[in-house]
């Protein structure tokens, strides 16, 4: 009984729109009434949630994307993509998805990414003559990898969520999986692009490109500093995040100066209610989690998939599927925290390892973002284009099979994710 009211309450409170992290909190408190749990014990779960160094790496990272998104980093990595690959025939869609690469990694959002990228490079290749569902679905398959590319508050999240998994790990263990993401978009944008004729790219004048290339590789050195200083071990996340924050408001303000300095004002309210909403959310699902083990969830889980079949092959695709279908009605940051604790106990009895778990959970919920019903960064791409979620939707079908034949490699050819990770601790 006492499940059936934290998880119906939860589904109940969703389906008439409660906020997520309002949704959990009540939830815990009725499971907590129903169980006679002093109720002091859930609050104090809700705040040793957040009493956890590497979840201050999260401010700092919201913090330097707001300031490299305002400063006009998007057009330059545009710019920068454009120097690299954007003479080959539907080179702008190939811009598109390294520009994505690239901003991926100062972002570490998909909604970002779709917002700024799409925002330039949409109407561009519509006014360049391709087809406006073929636009969108490039830009937002593509923006699957500002989660995956560290940084990625996302991989944060995870990290508390799973008992803290290192953060660095997480970091080094996205970036194979990212970059394969977007060499097979790009091979697949490439292919469509020649079937349907679309047209090459405009050359670029040869005494703009130093400048442009320039102005491109200060703005990615925000993620140099923040990967290679936990590579390195000279930096920890946290402390890599302050500095890439600090390094991107002066390349911002005093490098590029597109904007002027009161504009910070503006950035800081917008990471702060970022912030808030994030930090919320982590702790309300602290709460929430807490019940979960206590009611003995995610061992239910485990045992009735291992029931279901013993085959750790079954058991993984059943996962994958679960996290797909889970990503379509539900954000990734409280799916993270809700489905961390009861699925990875069952992916570690598969022989899955929990960083590996935790870059195909990040890649699922990322399919999730661009798969409607309730795909936000498709939202955003569809806003931009002006096109309907269902003519995308039908636009974006090859994409989705490149990206679930990724997931699949990803999964059951652990040396992608894990490559790295273990070369670092070497």
Partial sequence: MAVFILLGSFVFLLLIRV????????SS????????????????????GLNSFSLLAIPFFILAGEIMNEGGISRRLINLSNVIIGKVRGGLAMVNVLASTFFGGISGSAVADVSSIGSVLIPMMKKKGYDTDYSVSVTISS?????????????IIYSTA???????????????????????????????????NYPKGDPIPREEIPKIIREGLLGLF???????????????????AAIGAVYAFIITFFVYRDIPLSRM???LKRTFKTLSMVLFLISASSAFGWLLA???VPAIVTDTLTAFSPNDIVTLLIINLILLVLGMFMDMAPLILIATPILLPVAMSAGMDPVHFGVVLILNLAIGLITPPVGTAMFVGCAIGKISMEKTAI??????????????????FPQFTLFLPELMNN
Avoid: C
């Avoid at 636009?395 to 059951?412: C, D, E, K």
């Fill in 19 to 26: 906020p997520v992290a309002l949704s959990l909190v009540i």
């Fill in 29 to 48: 408190f009725l499971t907590g009434f129903y169980l006679d749990i002093d109720l002091a014990a859930l609050v104090q779960r809700m705040v040793s």
């Fill in 143 to 155: 923006a699957a990898q500002g989660v995956m590319i560290p940084p990625s508050h996302n991989m």
């Fill in 162 to 196: 799973a008992g803290g998994v290192s953060v660095g790990a997480l970091f080094m263990g996205g970036i194979i999986p990212g970059l394969l993401l977007g060499l097979i978009l790009m091979i697949l944008s490439y292919v469509i692009a020649v079937k349907r």
């Fill in 222 to 240: 925000t993620a140099v500093i923040i990967i290679g200083g936990i590579v390195t071990g000279i930096f920890t996340a946290t402390e890599s």
């Fill in 265 to 267: 004002s503006i950035i």
């Fill in 294 to 296: 206590l009611l003995k």
């Fill in 395 to 412: 636009g974006m079908l090859p994409f989705y099979v490149a990206m679930i034949l990724v997931l699949l490699i990803i999964t059951f």
